[in-house]
């Protein structure tokens, strides 16, 4: 009997360590995430609980909104910058940023129309000044679009107007609906959209290339999991995942 026992509590240990791991994602890394989290799952035993946000803003599921609100979280998963930021306040555990990949802003447009020609400069805006409607995000990608963009294409007075803040869903589901022309946002968050078409990257001219990264979050219960979480998704097996979503691997990886 007693070696029965043993083995009872051999095959019982892996069961014993697992964990139930809550992670908090912006749309960036979702793609790959999705592809990428079974594969820790079944090697690390852990189950992962997933709830997706944007990386700033106030919309109600937003990480910072749904951190402040003491919603749980292991590890945070999102753009750098807005990253640092939850750090500073205290929300990250010091020293626990992994960075995940680099991705691009791109253009998409409802299925069956023209693909307008963003090939240079020139091109990109004389088709954002033939667009009625233009939709950026509240994130880094929108920033960006409806700030040093339009202004370096010296166009922000004309866009007033036609471009509009696309809140809470992807911005080119605005676009497959009909509402929008044009939606601009991380590629990889683009590319998942049914009802659009993938365009391309904004020239490298103006181009504004972040940089997604994942932290340990300062009130997470399973500091130790979260961890090896990001480690695995930094890791060179992310490559292939990755590079599908539309993301760019970092050097070396």
């Known amino acids: 009997m007693r070696w029965l026992m043993v083995a009872v509590l051999v095959l019982a240990a892996p ?7 809550q992670v908090m994602i912006s749309g960036g890394f979702t793609a790959a995430f999705q592809v990428l989290a079974p594969g820790f799952e079944r090697e690390s035993g852990h189950r992962i609980v997933t709830v997706q946000g944007g990386s700033m803003g106030t919309a109600p599921t937003a990480i910072p909104m749904r951190l402040q609100r003491g919603e749980p979280a292991d590890a945070l998963i999102m753009v750098g910058e807005a990253l640092d930021g939850l750090a500073a306040q205290g929300r990250v555990v010091p020293g626990s940023r992994v960075d995940l990949a680099n991705s691009a802003i791109g253009m998409a447009v409802r299925n069956g129309v023209a693909k307008p020609d963003i090939s240079s400069v020139a091109a990109l805006r004389a088709t954002l000044l033939a667009a009625r409607g233009i939709g950026y995000s ?13 202004e370096r294409l010296g166009i922000a007075a004309e866009m007033q107007g036609r471009a509009r803040l696309v809140s809470g869903e992807p911005v080119a589901s605005a676009v497959a609906r009909g509402e929008l022309d044009i939606a601009f946002q991380q590629v990889a968050e683009l590319l998942p959209v049914q009802g659009v078409q993938y ?3 904004l020239p490298e001219a103006v181009q504004l290339y972040t940089v997604f990264a994942g932290g340990v979050a300062s009130t997470a219960r399973q500091p130790e999991a979260a961890a090896a979480l990001l480690r695995y998704l930094a890791g060179p097996a992310a490559r292939a995942a990755v590079t599908a979503s539309g993301l760019l691997p970092l050097p070396g990886r």
């Open 138 to 150: 509240a994130s880094a990608s929108g920033r960006y679009v409806n700030g040093p963009l339009f």
């Open 199 to 201: 365009v391309g990257p």
């Open 15 to 21: 069961g014993a360590r697992a964990a139930e791991l």
